[in-house]
């Protein structure tokens, strides 16, 4: 199956900073981009759908103030958490999928966990 | 909501045995797609079996099979000759055609040497 990548796979940062996750599709153009938040022993969640050269399509209750994506390439997403505190500490997770046909695979990333100090 | 319900929160199994996770939905579509995903430690989301609800035939993977019931709105999978490494968190999803997926709140599962 295609790859999915995220970097960083975890980190740390103080409270008030900013934080960006890169999710890369490594082998294949995804024109279409969903990032997931997973509290422990939880199921996923999304959070939104990005399209590439658009703005993204956020969930219900998700601020998109805080919750920046940028999907700028067939190949790359951003998440950026602005101004991040303690309630963002989470794991987050990429998936990726093709365009075309009836139906069109999805891959996930690897994850990337967020602990906010 | 068109919801996944997962009603068994934790399953276990003595290795080599075989376990049963139960999985229902709620759907309007008559075209969508259902998945058993497994979520090992490491977090990595593993695809495990994949069914069209177009196909009355179940799907098979190796050790790996569901009972695929749309009538009942059912998808159960079935693990057989249970490993110590099949322990894992286990999502069953749906997709609509299009859309994206449901998941539901997931199965823990432990095999026993």
């Known amino acids: 199956g295609a790859v999915v990548s995220q970097h960083p796979s975890w980190v740390i940062c103080k409270s008030g900073t900013s934080v960006k996750i890169e999710c890369r599709s490594l082998?294949?153009?995804?024109?279409?981009m969903f990032w997931y938040r997973q509290f422990p022993k939880q199921s996923l969640m999304l959070m939104a759908t990005s399209n590439e050269g658009s703005k993204a399509t956020y969930e219900q209750g998700v601020e998109k103030d805080k919750f920046l994506i940028n999907h700028a390439s067939l190949t790359l997403s951003t998440l950026t958490v602005t101004s991040a505190h303690p309630e963002d500490s989470s794991f987050y997770i990429c998936?990726?999928?093709?365009?075309?046909?009836?139906?069109?695979?999805?891959?996930f990333g690897p994850g990337t966990r967020l602990t906010v100090l | 909501a068109q919801t996944v319900t997962q009603s068994q929160p934790e399953m276990s199994v003595q290795e080599a045995e075989t376990v049963t996770l139960s999985c229902t939905y709620d759907?309007?579509?008559?075209?969508?797609?259902l998945f058993w995903y497994k979520q090992p430690p490491s977090r990595q989301m593993i695809l495990v079996i994949r069914q069209e609800a177009y196909k009355q035939q179940n799907a098979t993977e190796n050790r790996f099979s569901v009972n695929f019931q749309k009538a009942a709105k059912s998808f159960s999978l079935k693990i057989s000759d249970s490993q110590l490494g099949d322990a894992a968190m286990y999502f069953c999803?749906?997709?609509?055609?299009?859309?994206?997926?449901?998941f539901g709140p997931g199965t823990r599962l432990s095999v026993l040497p």
């Open positions: 082998d294949f153009q995804a024109t279409t």
């Open positions: 998936s990726a999928r093709e365009s075309g046909g009836a139906f069109v695979e999805q891959f």
């Open positions: 759907t309007s579509e008559s075209d969508y797609y």
């Open positions: 999803a749906r997709r609509d055609y299009g859309q994206n997926f449901v």
